[in-house]
Nanobody
Framework: QLQLVESGGGLVQPGGSLRLSCAAS????????IGWFRQAPGKEREGVSCISSSGGYINYAESVKGRFTISRDNAKKIVYLQMNSLKPEDTAVYYC??????????????????WGQGTQVTVSS
């Protein structure tokens, strides 16, 4: 059974950093593109970043470019989202999601069908 579990969220001051992890189980991560999404209270869910199964293609939302970095370790079955220079507007529940696509597909256009339960990130002084 495919399962994704996010961790690493918490409370951080503006300008601080957090690293989110998305641990995969029940499937071979090598064959899946992974995306990070977030949803703030009263707002629609938005895509933050995604990485192709090969790691050869990466996409970032404009709002996080230069501050967030996505990476994957297929051997450990974990995908990371390093978040630096955090801002209050980054406050949201962050979710990772998976879709079975092999290669370097442009992941921001994929339909992610498997989701984790989310981890809360709060940026506040």
């Amino acid at each position: 059974q495919l399962q994704l579990v996010e961790s690493g969220g918490g409370l951080v001051q503006p300008g601080g950093s957090l690293r989110l992890s998305c641990a995969a189980s029940g499937f071979t991560l090598d064959y899946f593109a992974i995306g990070w999404f977030r949803q703030a209270p009263g707002k629609e869910r938005e895509g933050v970043s995604c990485i192709s199964s090969s790691g050869g293609y990466i996409n970032y939302a404009e709002s996080v470019k230069g501050r967030f970095t996505i990476s994957r370790d297929n051997a450990k079955k974990i995908v990371y989202l390093q978040m630096n220079s955090l801002k209050p507007e980054d406050t949201a529940v962050y979710y990772c999601a998976a879709v079975p696509v092999v290669g370097s597909a442009e992941c921001q256009f994929l339909d992610f069908g498997s989701w984790g339960q989310g981890t809360q990130v709060t940026v506040s002084s």
